[in-house]
């Protein structure tokens, strides 16, 4: 059973900077992504950014320049460093995985979530 757990959330004031952690724990498959999803109140979940292991990051245009996702394959765990921060950065800040069983199969794991509020 895999699990991600994440930390780092906080409160912090806009232009301040926060760093979120995930680390995955017993997930047998190959490791292929990571990434962060975040959802405020009343809006619809949205991907932040997203890293393929060994390769290519992804960010949403709102958080270019901004965010930066990064990954220690020793660890197991994936990172979103946060600078500039803005009140709109304000959410519950989600980390997922996925990993692939025999080229063929793919598994998705969800954390449970870390609450970034930017107070301006």
């Known amino acids: 059973q895999g699990q991600l757990v994440e930390s780092g959330g906080g409160l912090v004031q806009s232009g301040g900077s926060l760093r979120l952690s995930c680390a995955a724990s017993?997930?047998?498959?190959?490791?292929?992504?990571m990434g962060w999803y975040r959802q405020a109140p009343g809006n619809q979940r949205e991907l932040v950014a997203t890293?393929?292991?060994?390769?290519?990051?992804n960010y949403a245009d709102s958080v270019k320049g901004r965010f930066t996702i990064s990954v220690d394959n020793a660890k197991n765990t994936v990172y979103l460093q946060m600078n500039s921060l803005k009140p709109e950065d304000t959410a519950v800040y989600s980390c997922?995985?996925?990993?692939?069983?025999?080229?063929?199969?793919?598994?998705?794991?969800w954390g449970q979530g870390t609450q970034v509020t930017v107070s301006s």
């Open positions: 997922t995985a996925t990993a692939i069983e025999g080229g063929n199969y793919e598994y998705h794991y």
């Open positions: 017993g997930i047998v498959y190959d490791m292929y992504s």
């Open positions: 890293i393929i292991i060994g390769g290519s990051t």
